[in-house]
C-alpha cells in the first residue's frame, strides 16, 4: 500500500484561487415548519477532496447531505455540482451516491445482489455487473461472504457492504453519514484509514457527515464545523485545530482554556491583553483589535507547561493550586485552580516513566506558556 | 423453570377443555355410523362419501372459495394501498380522522355493516348474488389487511428506499424491488385473514347474497335449523381440518425462519 503523505501534502485546490469548485453551496437555506435547519449557507468543494462536516446533532449537516443527494430540496439557494444546478433534479439521477448511517442494506438480498443493486439500475450488461461486483468484494474483502444475507453478517461486515454498494457505480461524489458511527472504537480506527486508501485509489470526492472530530480530524482534508444550520469555519485539522476563528469552535475541537479580558496596548506584533485571571498575558498577533475591546485568549492545554516553580523565562505565567489530576497513561492533565476560581487546565506527556517533578494535590503550582502558544479571538 | 403447581394444572385443563371440547364433539360425532346425531352408532366415514354427492353442499363450498379467493385478493390490493397512503403521507389534514375510519369497521356490529351494505345495493340498483358477497367481504376484510400491513410499515425503515432510489431505482422499481418483497409477509398475512374471513362470514352474506349465491355458512345454517345432520358434522370437520392445517403450516414457516435467523445472527457475531 502506498503512503497518502506525498498526496496530501501537496493536496490543497483551495488555496489557489484558479481551481475550480465541484460541489458549490450557494446561499443554501432550508426550513422545516418554524425550523431553519440551515441557514444561509454557503460551502465550496473541491474534486478528489476528503470533505468533513462536523458538528453536533441537530446542527443541519445531515440535512446538508440529504439536499445534495436529492431527498430534501433547498427552501431557497443553489447547489451546484460540477458546474450544473442539482435543483429539482431527482435523487436516482444525480451522480452522487450515499452510505447510510443505518447502512440500508436490503434485507432480503444477499450481499452480491445488495452490491448489484444500483449497477443493474443502469443497465450494465450482466458479465461487466459481475466484475464490477467481485472487484468490489475484493475491495472490501468480503469475497466469502457474497452468498450472505446482511443478518448473517457482523456489524464492520455490513458496514463494508454498505461502503462497497455506495461505491460500485463510481459515483462523482460519494456521501457518507456518520459511516463508523455504529462500529466499536478499534474497528472505527482501522477503518478510518481504510476509507481514506478507499478514497486516494477511487480518486472519488468524498462528502462524511460526523460527530466524532477525532473522525472528522484524522480522515478529512477541510472540515467544516456547523452550528444552527451556520458553518462557522471551514480549515484544515491543523488551522481548526491551532487557530480557530470564534470561541464556539475552540471549544467545539479539542479542549481549550479561554481567557477574557481586555486589549492593554500593542508592540511589535504582540497584544497585551489585561485579563480578569490575575496576570496580564502577552499574546503573539498582528491584527489586534483597539485598546479597551473584549477578546479572548484561547490555548489547548498541551501548550501550558506546569511546575512547581515559575520558570525564569516564561513570558506568561500564573499561580494556581492543583485541584484534579487526570492520569491517562501516554499523558496527565493537571486542572489548576486560580485565584480568581477559574479552572485552568495543562496536560503533560509522560515521556519518561517517572517525573522529576511530582506535583499532587493541594500543590501550589505555576502555569508558563509563550506567547504564540494560543491564539486571540474576538467572537 | 417453575414447577407447575396443581393450581395450574387445573386451570390448564379446564381451559383447554372450555375451548376444545365442543370441537371434539363434532369431530367424534362426524365418524358416527348411526343415522342420529346424538347416538353413538359405531365407526364410519359414510357420512364423508354421501358429502360427495350433496350437490347442494358442494356448490356452497364452491361459491364460498370463489367469494373467499376474489374478496381476500382485492381486499389485500386496497387495504395495502390504504395502509400505504396511511403511514407515508403523514403530514395531510386530516389523517388521524382517515385512520379512524379505516379502523371502524373493525368493530362495527356485523349486522349493521351487512344491513348498510344491502340498503345500498339495492338503491343502486345491483342484482344480489356473487357479485355483491365479494363486494361486502372486500369491504370488512380490507380494513384487517390495512391494520396488518400499517404495522409492518411502521416498523419499515424508510431509508431502505432512499437507498434504493440513490442507487438509481425510479419511486415505481423502489416500491417492487425493496417495499413490497420487504412488507411482503404482512401482505400475505393480511391475505389469509382476510380469506378466513371471507370464508367463515355468515351475517353480512346473509344480508347480500341472492338467490344462486349460497355460500358454505349460509347452506350448514340453514341445514341445522332443520336438525342437524352428520353430513354436517363432517362438513365442519372438513372446515376445521383446512383451517387448522393452514395455521398450523403458517406458525411453523415462522417458527423456522425465526430459529434460522437467529443462529444467523449467532454465527455472524462469533465470527
Given at each position: 500500500m502506498k503512503s497518502l503523505g506525498s498526496i496530501r501534502r501537496t493536496f490543497a485546490p483551495w488555496t489557489n484561487a484558479e481551481a475550480k469548485p465541484f460541489i458549490t453551496f450557494e446561499n443554501v437555506t432550508k426550513t422545516f415548519g418554524d425550523f431553519t435547519a440551515v441557514d444561509n449557507l454557503s460551502l465550496t468543494i473541491y474534486e478528489r477532496e476528503f470533505f468533513a462536516l462536523l458538528?453536533?446533532?441537530?446542527?443541519?449537516k445531515s440535512t446538508l447531505l440529504r439536499m445534495l443527494a436529492g431527498f430534501e430540496e433547498p427552501t431557497s439557494g443553489r447547489i451546484l455540482l460540477d458546474g450544473q444546478d442539482?435543483?429539482?433534479?431527482?435523487p436516482y439521477r444525480r451522480p452522487v451516491n450515499m452510505m447510510f448511517q443505518s447502512y440500508a442494506l436490503f434485507p432480503h438480498m444477499n450481499v452480491e445482489k445488495n452490491i448489484a443493486f444500483g449497477l443493474k439500475q443502469d443497465g450494465m450488461p450482466k458479465a461487466e455487473i459481475e466484475k464490477r461486483v467481485a472487484d468490489m468484494l475484493k475491495l472490501v474483502k468480503l469475497e466469502q461472504f457474497?452468498?450472505?444475507?446482511?443478518?448473517?453478517?457482523s456489524g464492520g461486515q455490513r458496514q463494508r457492504v454498505a461502503l462497497a454498494r455506495s461505491v460500485a457505480k463510481r459515483p462523482k461524489v460519494l456521501l457518507l453519514d456518520e459511516p463508523l458511527g455504529a462500529l466499536d472504537k478499534k474497528l472505527r480506527e482501522e477503518t478510518q484509514f481504510e476509507l481514506m486508501d478507499l478514497q486516494q485509489d477511487l480518486g472519488l470526492t468524498f462528502m462524511v457527515v460526523t460527530h466524532d472530530q477525532e473522525e472528522a480530524m484524522t480522515m478529512a482534508d477541510r472540515i467544516a464545523i456547523m452550528d444552527k444550520g451556520e458553518v462557522m469555519q471551514v480549515a484544515t485539522p491543523a488551522e481548526i485545530y491551532e487557530a480557530p476563528s470564534s470561541r464556539f469552535v475552540a471549544d467545539f475541537v479539542g479542549s481549550v482554556n479561554l481567557f477574557e479580558g481586555k486589549v492593554a496596548g500593542q508592540d511589535a506584533g504582540r497584544v497585551k491583553i489585561a485579563t480578569a485571571s490575575g496576570f496580564d498575558i502577552q499574546a503573539e498577533e498582528s491584527a489586534a483589535p483597539p485598546a479597551g475591546e473584549t477578546v479572548w485568549y484561547a490555548v489547548r492545554p498541551e501548550k501550558i507547561r506546569i511546575s512547581?516553580?515559575?520558570?525564569?523565562?516564561?513570558v506568561n505565567a500564573v499561580e494556581g493550586e492543583v485541584w484534579d489530576i487526570g492520569y491517562l497513561g501516554d499523558m496527565t492533565v493537571y486542572n489548576v485552580k486560580l485565584a480568581n476560581g477559574q479552572i485552568v487546565r495543562s496536560s503533560q506527556l509522560n515521556a519518561h516513566r517517572t517525573t522529576a517533578d511530582p506535583l499532587t494535590w493541594n500543590d501550589r503550582a505555576w502555569l508558563a506558556f509563550p506567547a504564540d502558544a494560543g491564539v486571540v479571538l474576538t467572537r | 423453570m417453575e414447577r407447575l403447581s396443581r393450581f395450574n394444572i387445573v386451570s390448564l385443563v379446564f381451559g383447554f377443555a372450555f375451548l376444545y371440547i365442543p370441537i371434539l364433539i363434532l369431530v367424534i360425532y362426524?365418524?358416527?355410523?348411526?343415522?342420529?346425531?346424538?347416538?353413538?352408532?359405531g365407526f364410519s366415514t359414510r357420512w364423508y362419501v354421501s358429502l360427495l354427492s350433496n350437490q347442494q353442499l358442494l356448490d356452497a363450498a364452491w361459491v364460498t372459495l370463489r367469494v373467499a379467493f376474489a374478496s381476500a385478493t382485492i381486499a389485500t390490493v386496497l387495504g395495502t394501498m390504504a395502509a400505504l397512503a396511511l403511514t407515508r403521507y403523514t403530514r395531510f389534514r386530516g389523517r388521524i380522522l382517515f385512520t379512524g375510519m379505516v379502523f371502524a369497521p373493525l368493530v362495527m356490529p356485523e349486522v349493521i355493516t351487512g344491513l348498510s351494505l344491502l340498503l345500498l345495493f339495492v338503491a343502486i340498483g345491483l342484482d344480489r348474488g356473487f357479485m355483491t358477497i365479494t363486494l361486502a367481504h372486500i369491504t370488512f376484510s380490507m380494513c384487517f389487511v390495512a391494520v396488518v400491513v400499517q404495522s409492518r410499515l411502521l416498523a419499515f425503515d424508510r431509508s431502505l428506499e432512499e437507498a434504493a432510489m440513490d442507487l438509481g431505482a425510479t419511486p415505481v422499481r423502489t416500491f417492487f424491488a425493496v417495499t413490497l418483497p420487504v412488507i411482503l409477509p404482512a401482505i400475505v398475512a393480511g391475505w389469509m385473514l382476510a380469506f378466513t374471513l371471507s370464508l367463515d362470514d355468515l351475517v353480512i352474506a346473509s344480508f347480500t347474497s341472492g338467490p344462486g349465491a349460497t355460500t358454505l355458512p349460509m347452506r350448514i345454517y340453514s341445514q341445522v335449523r332443520l336438525g342437524v345432520t352428520p353430513e354436517i358434522n363432517a362438513v365442519s370437520t372438513l372446515l376445521i381440518a383446512v383451517v387448522a392445517t393452514g395455521v398450523i403450516i403458517a406458525s411453523l414457516i415462522n417458527k423456522r425462519r425465526d430459529v434460522q435467523r437467529r443462529r444467523d445472527e449467532q454465527a455472524a457475531t462469533q465470527g
Open positions: 458538528g453536533a446533532s441537530g446542527c443541519g442539482l435543483a429539482g433534479i431527482p457474497a452468498k450472505r444475507k446482511p443478518h448473517q453478517l512547581s516553580q515559575r520558570p525564569e523565562t516564561a | 362426524s365418524f358416527n355410523a348411526s343415522r342420529l346425531v346424538t347416538v353413538w352408532g
